[in-house]
């Protein structure tokens, strides 16, 4: 098996400084939140105000989290030759393409150029997407789509873009011209720490920004209805509706941060689970929306 660098690209440069940034910004602005909630709860300030600059850092953190995925999948893109496929790694992932499936080689994508979300092309150009004749195109490289090297399946094609491109088509095609000593399966392998397949679940993709969403919308509520709320308020209630317990008003926020957090661990769950148990991983994640509906129904009884 003979390893491939791929081409060298200044993206992945400017991605890593583009991390530097946003991540700096993070940490600004979780430090002006600490200050804020780092006196008594009861002395907290808790309006609109307060609410946007949390979603800012959270944004942060989702933006920072994301960056830094795509930029170290930049730096440890490869491609690696045998007789039997052609695979493609990054971040522990690899995608495996047979070499008895591929139909032609091309430069450029062609019309499935168009259409790509600019965002994708941070650190490398990644992604994938479906074409109008029914394949799946996947992106896997550091040069444009103009200038990539393309696989063509018949299910798939794969943007690929190898330091030497005129010598790995040579490499490719003499070793297909050997024939290949096992069959292998057109398929992903995800890697241990981040599966591919879980994040591009289009299932799991909803229900995560579904379960988000409304943890974001309970949040805003609160915030909105914080300062109107007395001091010591009804938290919590027995089997016939009488109120057991007065607590103070900031033990509020305590719910749609626990329903976050819930929401956090079903989603490292379904990460585990996903390789073996599909369905069970995206029921976790159906759990979660339901948490958040749950959550979300207990503040608005706080608040009435």
Not at 179 to 201: C, I, N, Q
Not at 267 to 276: A, D, I, Q
């Amino acid at each position: 098996m003979r390893r491939w660098p791929p081409s060298t690209s200044i993206q992945r440069w400017l991605g890593a400084a583009l991390l530097a940034l946003v991540s700096a910004a993070a940490a600004y602005a979780g430090i002006g939140l600490y200050a804020v909630f780092a006196v008594a709860p009861e002395q907290w300030l808790i309006d609109l105000a307060l609410y946007g600059r949390v979603i800012l850092f959270l944004a942060l953190l989702v933006l920072a989290g994301a960056l830094t995925y795509r930029v170290a999948a930049a730096f440890t893109l490869s491609y690696d030759l045998d007789r039997n496929g052609l695979y493609i790694n990054w971040l522990g992932n690899r995608a495996v393409v047979p070499l008895d499936q591929i139909l032609h080689l091309d430069i450029g994508l062609g019309a499935a150029a168009q259409g790509w979300n600019p965002l994708n092309a941070i650190g490398y150009y990644a992604g994938q997407r479906s074409l109008d004749d029914g394949r799946l195109a996947h992106r896997f490289a550091t040069a444009p789509n103009t200038r990539a090297l393309i696989i063509h399946t018949s299910t798939a094609l794969y943007a690929i873009s190898p330091k030497d491109t005129e010598a790995f088509v040579q490499d490719l095609e003499q070793r297909r011209n050997l024939g290949a000593a096992k069959s292998l399966a057109s398929t992903v392998e995800p890697g241990r720490m981040f599966l591919y397949a879980f994040w591009h679940d289009p299932i799991v993709r909803r229900l995560l920004l579904m379960a988000f969403v409304i943890n974001l919308l309970v949040m805003g509520l609160l915030a909105a209805r914080y300062n109107d709320l007395a001091l010591i308020i009804q938290m919590r209630y027995n089997a016939t509706g009488d109120v057991v317990a007065m607590l103070p008003r900031h033990e509020a926020l305590f719910m749609p941060f626990a329903a976050f957090l819930l929401s956090l661990v079903n989603m490292v769950l379904g990460l585990l689970l996903y390789r073996s148990q599909m369905l069970g991983a995206r029921l976790l994640q159906a759990a979660s929306v339901l948490v958040q509906i749950l959550f979300g129904i207990a503040v608005i009884t706080v608040l009435r």
